[in-house]
């Protein structure tokens, strides 16, 4: 019956003091305050089943032995530009007071080959070669029971190339107030420094979150990529964006009040925009792409509209 969640209700012991709790949820989260082995009871109940009730134990063991996982790597010949070879050195941390690693404690597992590799003792060194340039995730995984943070990971994602090259999208105009949404396409790289031109603080993050910029202007953005597993180890790029501000479309008009059968002249002053829609009330239109002044012969009153855009 714990194996269904056809029961009607369940009552959970912990084993550690803190009472029976019955509930008609499936599941139930309980937390330890400390070390030991409990024993934990389910009882399912279903009054419509012949035999209403059934239980199972579980032993469950609570440790605060946590390990602390982390590694580096690093280009096994740098002289080779061309070569795609990494050694990985798994720096985990024992907890304190130290319980040493087994050398079966940890396993590789890299994406282009996803079975998983016993690592060296910890300090050691294992080399991975990859077959091409890319992007790869590479875990550490953590398989000895005896930690409480069995089965942690870390996973660290890399960007495999012979030269970094820095380079960034965002789009190159907008309209202030604008929010910058930027997509970092650079190859390889393990540090990212942002400048957003604007005198603001910048960022480290290989993809900065969107930034905003208030005011009207011209701004360089500007990254530098560093990454000492290739061979110009350094790569800059920059690029610009113009933010104007939004368009306010003014027009005025002679002769005024217009005369029937005589040529209105109309005279542009918008201010910010690149492109004017002329909406005519005599169902007339036109675009343009300048401020000039037009001469249009309405066949009628009615209603002038201009359209700006940016």
Same mark, same amino acid.
């Given at each position: ?18 009472? +029976?709790?019955?509930?008609?949820? *499936?599941?139930? #989260?309980?937390? !330890? ?20 009730? +059934?239980?199972?134990?579980?032993? %469950? ?18 002289? +080779? ?6 050694? =990985? ?34 300090? $050691? ?10 992007? !790869? ?6 398989? @000895? ?11 660290? $994602? ?14 190159? %105009? ?15 790289? $393990?540090?990212? !420094?942002?400048? =957003? ?15 905003? *910029? ?27 964006? #113009? ?8 027009? +005025? ?13 109309? #005279? ?13 009330? @005599? ?28």
């Amino acid at each position: 019956m714990q194996q269904s969640k056809e029961a009607l209700g369940w009552t959970w012991n912990f084993g550690d003091g803190s009472g +029976d709790i019955k509930t008609t949820a *499936y599941s139930e #989260t309980h937390t !330890y305050t400390s070390i030991g082995t409990f024993l934990v009871t389910l009882i399912a109940i279903d009054s419509n089943t012949c035999n209403v009730s +059934d239980t199972v134990y579980k032993n %469950i063991t609570v440790q605060n032995n946590e390990s602390y996982l982390d590694f580096r790597y690093d280009k096994t010949n740098r002289a +080779d530009c061309n070569s795609l070879s990494f050694d =990985f050195f798994n720096t985990s941390t024992a907890p304190s007071p130290a319980r040493p690693f087994k050398d079966s404690s940890f396993v590789w597992v890299f994406s282009d080959n996803p079975t998983p590799v016993v690592t060296s003792p910890v300090g $050691q060194s294992d080399t991975h070669s990859f077959p091409a340039p890319g992007t !790869y995730n590479v875990s550490l995984i953590l398989v @000895d029971t005896g930690y409480c943070n069995y089965p942690d990971t870390l996973t660290k $994602q890399l960007f495999i190339a012979a030269n970094v090259k820095a380079q960034f999208e965002t789009p190159a %105009i907008g309209c202030a107030p604008y929010t910058a949404v930027i997509n970092n396409t650079s190859i390889a790289g $393990q540090q990212y !420094y942002w400048d =957003f031109g604007d005198g603001g603080p910048g960022s480290t993050d290989r993809t900065p979150a969107p930034h905003f *910029y208030p005011n009207p202007g011209t701004y360089t953005i500007s990254l530098k990529v560093v990454d000492s597993t290739t061979c110009n180890i350094v790569d800059s790029t920059q690029e610009t964006i #113009t933010l104007q501000g939004k368009p306010t479309p003014v027009f +005025d008009f002679t002769p005024l009040p217009p005369v029937p059968n005589t040529p209105t002249v109309f #005279t542009n002053s918008s201010i910010g925009g690149i492109r004017y829609e002329w909406i005519f009330g @005599d169902g007339s239109s036109t675009v343009k792409l300048t401020m000039e002044q037009l001469v249009q012969k309405l066949g009628g009153g009615g209603l002038v509209d201009l359209r700006e855009w940016t």
